[in-house]
């Protein structure tokens, strides 16, 4: 029933084209937030490491569809956020959150678009905000790049490593993905305890 989360099932069922077209959706479209990000791409990462993908191929089209899929969202976002919020006040838009937006970005813009990337959920709506608070496009940009470098590096990078000097590694899967999914959103269970 949840095979579509399934990394292993996506990537044999849609192969590299199908990894890339994730990440895109994940990284710049709205409803992309449910999406397998660093699961998949550290199981892809593996798996090319057995032969199964093109590992060039892979690392190289997970930056272009990460970096390509947060501009979507940047764009979305500046283009179509100011316009929502310049409505009457409501529970839901108010438009100060404009401003808050804008002033968040400014002072943290840069380290929040590098971290969001390694945050499930987050990575998904943080281009959409830097586009709402009108961060500047070139810092936007460049720190979108090194986001996507790292993250692409870290996971498929791991899994492509893992896969190369551990036999047997895809036996240890299930337990790899799990402990993956779950120290993602550590970060975020820390921050909301502390708090």
């Known amino acids: 029933m949840f095979n579509f989360l399934d990394p292993q099932f996506l990537i044999s069922t849609f192969g590299l084209l199908g990894v890339i077209g994730i990440i895109f959706a994940e990284s710049g479209l709205f409803f992309g937030f449910f999406l397998p990000g660093d699961s998949l791409l550290f199981t892809a990462g593996l ?12 690392f190289g089209g997970v930056i272009i569809a990460a ?38 970005y400014e002072k943290h813009g840069n380290k929040t678009i590098v971290l969001a990337r390694f945050l499930p959920i987050v990575r998904t709506f943080a281009p ?12 936007f940009v460049t720190y979108n790049c090194l986001g996507g470098i790292l993250w692409a590096t870290l996971f498929v990078g791991g899994g492509f490593i893992l896969g190369t000097i551990v036999p047997g590694i895809e036996r240890y899967l299930l ?17 909301l305890l502390k708090r």
Request: charged share 15%.
């Open 128 to 139: 959409i905000m830097a586009g709402v608070g009108m961060m500047n496009y070139k810092q």
């Open 67 to 104: 970096v390509l899929g947060d501009n979507v969202g940047y764009a979305f976002g500046k283009k179509i956020g100011p316009a929502i919020f310049t409505k009457d006040d409501s529970f839901f838009f108010n438009k100060k959150y404009i401003t808050l937006a804008n002033n968040f």
């Open 175 to 191: 337990l790899i993905i799990a402990i993956i999914v779950f120290s993602s959103f550590l970060p975020g269970l820390w921050h």
């Open 47 to 58: 798996l090319a490491s057995q032969g199964y993908l093109d590992p060039i191929l892979l």
